[in-house]
């Protein structure tokens, strides 16, 4: 396949879709390139029992409210797919699957975008790949030497599959939290929970609604020169959503400190104590997912692509969208990248004009 388009969107997950619906309102000709089979995103890749941090109208893109689910407040995964599923077939976005894209580069007048399906020929281009590709794994002694089971929160999907196991979950954040509620309150597996600092848990009736207003009053403290209110991180790293709550409130999420190094059958401290373990799960975040952009060379000294606003400084053709707070406040949640988006196809259509 070999295509041309005013603008192509790399990505069909949330924020690629979202900015396709604002290409779609502004009558632009554009097309999404998506690696998946189907619709959905990194959503259909989470464990079983994930739910949102926000009820369902305070969950949704731009365009369309996500319907409530009977009878659950905090919608799950599976709800989420099938909104974005309709959503993407509401408005006839252009999505083409499966296409992986492969690189970037610069033309003279336009951006090609080489795919494993051919290359599109591009004015401009978003790219929205998110992060859930590039899972982060620290570097930890003696990692090879661990006999047992290690995967990272991309593989972890239902607590009976770690039946009758010993199973360490590394992390602090609300993924590590989740996943060690689910275990602990599943029988006949023995949880170890370790973080690298106490666990810091927010308010039990803040949801995702006070995060994408923390997370919006930050950037736009930063933006006019004010003080730095912390944002997000300023109210804690782990949202008490109903399961997370209950197993902690039943004592069941008694966290450790971060351990030294790996051993054959488990873990060790610096203190000499251990504790056995059959599976290792690194709830320990993720990073940009943003190989197919190395050939323009928009990376700095740390690895961090500078933009102004969503658009890349070192290639204003090229836009980044729904990586966390420097490509928008809250723009990788459902609720935040409505307007990063929207901003990035007035951009865009301001470029094409």
């Not at 632009?28 to 998946?36: C, G, N, R």
């Not at 599109?120 to 990692?143: I, Y």
């Not at 509620?181 to 106490?198: E, N, S």
Request: overall charge neutral; some cysteine.
């Amino acid at each position: 396949m070999t295509g041309m388009a005013d603008v192509v969107v790399i990505g069909g997950g949330q924020a690629g879709i979202a900015a396709g619906y604002h290409l779609w309102r502004n009558k632009l000709d554009f097309v999404i390139l998506d690696a998946q089979s189907t619709p959905g995103g990194a959503w259909q890749q989470t464990w079983d029992s994930l739910h949102l941090f926000s009820p369902a109208a305070f969950s949704s893109l731009p365009g369309r409210l996500m319907p409530t689910q009977t009878g659950v407040e905090y919608p799950d995964a599976g709800h989420v797919v099938e909104y974005l599923t309709d959503y993407e077939q509401r408005y006839g976005l252009p999505v083409h699957r499966p296409v992986r894209v492969q690189a970037v580069r610069r033309g003279a007048d336009r951006l090609r975008v080489e795919t494993d399906t051919g290359a599109w020929s591009a004015r401009a281009a978003v790219s929205a790949t998110g992060t859930w590709w590039r899972p982060f794994l620290p570097a930890v002694p003696d990692q090879e030497v661990f006999t047992g089971r290690q995967l990272h929160t991309t593989g972890y999907h239902s607590p009976s599959d770690f039946a009758g196991q010993r199973v360490v979950v590394v992390g602090g954040g609300n993924s590590g939290a989740q996943i060690a509620a689910d275990l602990a309150t599943h029988d006949g597996i023995d949880l170890t929970w370790v973080t690298q600092r106490p666990p810091r848990f927010l308010a039990d009736d803040i949801d995702g609604r006070a995060l994408f207003d923390a997370a919006t009053a930050r950037r736009r403290a930063l933006d006019e020169g004010r003080t730095d209110t912390g944002g997000v991180a300023s109210l804690g790293d782990i949202v008490a959503v109903p399961p997370v709550r209950e197993a902690r409130d039943a004592g069941l999420l008694k966290a450790q400190p971060m351990f030294e190094r790996l051993v054959a059958d488990g873990i060790r401290w610096s203190d000499g104590t251990s504790a056995p373990a059959d599976t290792v799960i690194w709830c320990t975040g993720f990073r940009p997912a943003l190989s197919h952009l190395a050939p323009l060379g928009l990376r700095g000294t740390r690895g961090h692509i500078a933009t102004d606003g969503t658009r890349a400084v070192g290639e204003p053709r090229q836009h980044l969208l729904g990586y966390g707070d420097w490509t928008g406040p809250a723009s990788a949640t459902l609720i935040g990248v409505g307007r990063p988006a929207r901003d990035t196809v007035r951009q865009v259509t301001e470029l094409l004009a």
